[in-house]
């Protein structure tokens, strides 16, 4: 067995490796599915840990033929694993049950994960002392966990995305039985391995091949119209529809705007904050890579310059360059006024320089704890110090008629960071009952003049959206801070409610 150590050894980094990668694929998938990026990871770790313990466990039954079985492992967990992503995207939208369909594969793939170190440990034992051995084993098992933990964000899922991801590290499993079976003379059956090895290579290299087209045929029924552009970057999964003249961008699976009626939200967003303060002559734009925004603040002459931070470049990129999507934004992106920062807001705000006259905040809902810190106190003061003294922001905030508290929490955090708000609200087809918070340092009138060619805001239309039904009206709720995001917890369950019935 001594002129195997060096293929073994090298095997338990590899498999390190597919193992952490496997376990990101699903924390991954699953916050693009189901959101709440903390919920999925926590859960997915503790079951997938859980599942290794048993598989463990489970390898003190494998009492001979050591190398057949690990080979035999390798193969299963290649297929197994590699197919796990396609799988779980192609069932998302047809099986109702899809956590049990996710935790499942979670736990599968963990019990295979353990079994490995184990069964190498054992077929290792002969060639070195105890402490040497375990030594060995679990440094090339950790380095193999490194090295994955830094090549998953930074290139395999901006790169290839999580479908071909998964099928690559499928590979990996495999080529490591093949490279065991060519290497070692002890296996029974080397034929039929050999075979199976061939057979799940040919497989897993296929749907390596086709992974778009895999991607494809899960986003079918799941948006209306046709997907024109679909891609996953390090943040989140983009996909572009058309249906006729309608274009819609979707975020994680998350309407982000319709092209029939985004003039209504922007406007909205937009106007009442730029016409009260005026003069704005410096803007900063937080979330909105779509330009969407931009394009209605630059219907201001007083407006000389327009920062846009947006923590995906891939969005911006594609508003920036795409024909019928800077149609859509008036190629707003591309003015000299505008300059992009591609940099996550929470960190960007604590550093800024200098004040500005108008802040529109524009990111998605708070739909989980990476999303949630930009609607916290925290965050508001931040905010607060960068906003010229006789200065606006305006935030958007969920719906206040399917998550009033979610909603009202916002406001109530932006005057428990010492600025006041101000609570507004708009029909938009696409999205129904949609809120806004603007947020100052003084009290806020209703502006009388407006740009001339807006197709939906006019003053009397303003002064109608800070009226609230009983059933949208003002609710108690409690702040939400960095340590308790409490805003996430609002929002789920209300949405959850309002998507049940």
């Known amino acids: 067995m001594s002129s195997m150590r060096t293929p073994l050894l090298f095997s338990a980094l590899v498999v390190a490796s597919c193992g952490l990668v496997y376990e990101l694929v699903a924390g991954t998938l699953a916050s693009y599915l189901l959101g709440d990026s903390v919920t999925q ?47 779980l995207f192609l069932v998302f939208s047809e099986v109702a049950h899809f956590r049990v369909a996710l935790y499942s594969l979670v736990g599968l793939i963990g019990v295979l994960v353990g079994l490995e170190i184990p069964l190498l440990l054992r077929i ?20 193999g966990a490194l ?9 395999l899922v901006p790169r290839l995305g ?61 948006y209306p119209g046709q997907p024109v552009f679909a891609k996953s970057t390090a943040y989140q999964r983009i996909v572009v529809t058309r249906e006729g003249d309608d274009i819609r961008l979707f975020l994680n699976g998350n309407l982000q705007f319709s092209s029939r009626d985004e003039y209504r939200y922007h406007e909205a967003l937009v106007h009442p904050l730029m016409a009260e303060v005026g003069h704005a002559a410096r803007v900063l734009v937080l979330g909105g890579g779509d330009g969407l ?58 550093s800024a320089h200098g004040t500005y006259d108008a802040v529109i905040v524009d990111f998605p809902d708070p739909s989980n704890y990476s999303i949630g810190k930009l609607f916290t106190q925290t965050f508001y003061r931040r905010l607060s110090a960068v906003l010229a003294s006789d200065g606006w922001a305006v935030i958007q905030s ?4 399917v998550a009033r ?18 609570a507004y609200h708009v029909f938009v087809p696409s999205f129904g009952e949609w809120g806004f918070v603007l947020a100052g340092h003084d009290t806020f ?57």
Not at 147 to 155: D, E, M, N, Q, T
Not at 406 to 411: E, L, S, Y
Not at 469 to 492: C, G, H, K, S, W
């Open 41 to 87: 990871f926590s859960t997915i770790i503790g079951a997938y840990l859980f599942a290794m313990g048993i598989g463990s466990w489970l390898s003190r039954y494998v009492g001979s033929a050591l190398m057949d079985n690990f080979v035999r492992i390798e193969i299963v967990l290649g297929l197994i694993g590699g197919f796990s992503a396609a799988i």
């Open 398 to 401: 969920t719906s206040p008629y």
């Open 162 to 222: 999580l479908i071909r991801t998964s099928f690559l590290f499928g590979l990996l499993n495999v080529a490591v039985a093949w490279i065991l079976l060519l290497q070692s003379r002890s296996p029974r059956f080397a034929v039929a391995h050999r075979s199976a090895a061939a057979v799940a290579m040919i497989l897993l290299a296929g749907g390596f091949a086709y992974a778009n087209d895999i991607m494809s045929l899960s986003e079918e029924g799941q």
């Open 405 to 422: 508290k979610a909603f009202w929490c916002v406001a109530h955090t932006v005057a428990a960071a010492g600025l006041t708000p101000a």
């Open 445 to 501: 009138h209703v502006p009388t003049m407006l740009p001339s060619d807006l197709r939906f805001v006019t003053p009397t239309v303003i002064a109608q959206m800070f009226d609230f039904p009983p059933d949208m009206a003002e609710t108690p709720t409690d702040i939400n801070r960095l340590d308790n995001q409490v805003l996430v917890r609002y929002f789920e369950s209300e949405w959850a409610h309002y998507l049940s019935e």
């Open 293 to 350: 925004a931009v394009r209605e603040i630059l219907k201001y002459p007083s407006v000389q310059s327009i920062t846009l931070v947006d923590l995906d470049p891939e969005v911006t990129t594609l508003f920036s360059r795409t024909p019928f999507l800077t149609t859509l934004n008036g190629n707003a992106l591309q003015s000299h006024k505008v300059s992009i920062i591609n940099a996550d807001a929470f960190v960007w705000l604590q």
């Open 147 to 155: 090295i994955a933990s830094l090549l998953f964000p930074l290139w």
């Open 124 to 143: 290792l034992q002969s060639d070195y002392t105890l402490a040497d051995l375990v030594a060995r084993v679990f440094a090339a098992d950790y380095l």
